[in-house]
Nanobody
Framework: QVQLVESGGGLVQAGGSLRLSCAAS????????MAWFRQAPGKEREFVAA????????YYAESVKGRFTISRDNAKNTMYLQMNTLKPEDTAVYYC???????????????????WGQGTQVTVSS
């Protein structure tokens, strides 16, 4: 089992930036990829970005491409999400997740991610 803890959320004005962190512990050697998801009030949880734990290949949702950057530091067992040019529609609870499965990016579903953090709130004011 992998334990995940997010941090770095908060309140920011539109156009501003935030950096989220996700610290992993436990059976981190089993992790193939990690991802960020988000859930806005009244909406379903949606994929944001993902990164391979080995190799660093990245994948983004169209809605955040060019504004968000996902990265990881294997030595620290930590994943990051740098969010720039934030918009009010980015307001959500952001979750990090980990999967032991190695698929092509288009094959992953939310169900493949078996380890989840508790979430961190990001609020973007207009």
């Amino acid at each position: 089992q992998v334990q995940l803890v997010e941090s770095g959320g908060g309140l920011v004005q539109a156009g501003g930036s935030l950096r989220l962190s996700c610290a992993a512990s436990g059976r981190t050697f089993s992790v193939s990829a990690m991802a960020w998801f988000r859930q806005a009030p009244g909406k379903e949880r949606e994929f944001v970005a993902a990164v391979r734990w080995s190799g660093g290949s990245r994948y983004y949702a169209e809605s955040v491409k060019g504004r968000f950057t996902i990265s990881r530091d294997n030595a620290k067992n930590t994943m990051y999400l740098q969010m720039n040019t934030l918009k009010p529609e980015d307001t959500a609870v952001y979750y990090c997740a980990a999967t032991p499965w190695s698929y092509s990016w288009s094959r992953y579903t939310e169900a493949d991610f078996g380890s989840w953090g508790q979430g961190t709130q990001v609020t973007v004011s207009s």
